[in-house]
């Protein structure tokens, strides 16, 4: 620290010269350093706006990107629902399908039945008719076979099985 009464008190000149460099100097100096100051606080100052723009543009980047996730999500889930909807409906229409595909085969099975049997009973009664002793039974049986059997060339398996069924039927019916 300087001791400015001493100084002054000397009054000598070239000690006031002196001091006056020092003093010019030294306010220099400080006038130099609040400059830089000042530069570094406009610098501070701008960097500050800077910083604050891009955190507010970084802020609302922020909230659109939320809301268009959440947009996203939210339509990814309306998405999913109707896909599942979709899938549920596709099973319900395929149990519904096979439901009616069995019927279908049901039916179709009772009509080949009911063709069959009054077809083929109506043949197997012409082909069994005036048989009315089991000896006579069993010998259009041994010739309807020998002709109808699938074997032969011109065989038939379905009246074959037909002749069968008759066969046991009266044999049954005359024991």
């Given at each position: 620290?300087?001791?400015?009464?001493?100084?002054?008190?000397?009054?000598?000149?070239?000690?006031?010269?002196?001091?006056?460099?020092?003093?010019f100097q030294e306010n220099m100096r400080i006038?130099?350093?609040?400059?830089?100051?000042?530069?570094?606080?406009?610098?501070?100052?701008?960097?500050?706006?800077?910083?604050?723009?891009?955190?507010?543009?970084?802020?609302?980047?922020?909230?659109?990107?939320?809301?268009?996730?959440?947009?996203?999500?939210?339509?990814?889930?309306?998405?999913?629902?109707?896909?599942?909807?979709?899938?549920?409906?596709?099973?319900?229409?395929?149990?519904?399908?096979?439901?009616?595909?069995?019927?279908?085969?049901?039916?179709?099975?009772?009509?080949?039945?009911?063709?069959?049997?009054?077809?083929?009973?109506?043949?197997?009664?012409?082909?069994?008719?005036?048989?009315?002793?089991?000896?006579?039974?069993?010998?259009?049986?041994?010739?309807?076979?020998?002709?109808?059997?699938?074997?032969?060339?011109?065989?038939?398996?379905?009246?074959?099985?037909?002749?069968?069924?008759?066969?046991?039927?009266?044999?049954?019916?005359?024991?």
């Open positions: 620290m300087i001791d400015w009464e001493e100084i002054l008190r000397t009054e000598s000149v070239e000690e006031l010269k002196k001091v006056k460099r020092w003093l006038e130099n350093e609040r400059k830089d100051l000042e530069q570094a606080q406009e610098k501070f100052l701008k960097e500050r706006v800077k910083f604050r723009d891009e955190m507010d543009t970084l802020n609302r980047c922020t909230v659109l990107e939320r809301k268009r996730l959440k947009e996203e999500n939210l339509f990814f889930d309306k998405k999913m629902a109707i896909l599942q909807a979709g899938f549920q409906q596709l099973e319900a229409d395929r149990k519904a399908f096979e439901r009616q595909k069995q019927s279908y085969i049901h039916e179709e099975r009772f009509r080949q039945e009911s063709v069959n049997s009054s077809v083929g009973g109506d043949i197997v009664d012409v082909l069994f008719r005036s048989v009315n002793n089991p000896l006579a039974l069993r010998k259009r049986y041994r010739d309807l076979v020998k002709i109808y059997h699938p074997d032969n060339l011109f065989g038939d398996e379905e009246l074959a099985q037909m002749i069968n069924k008759e066969f046991l039927r009266r044999k049954k019916e005359e024991w």
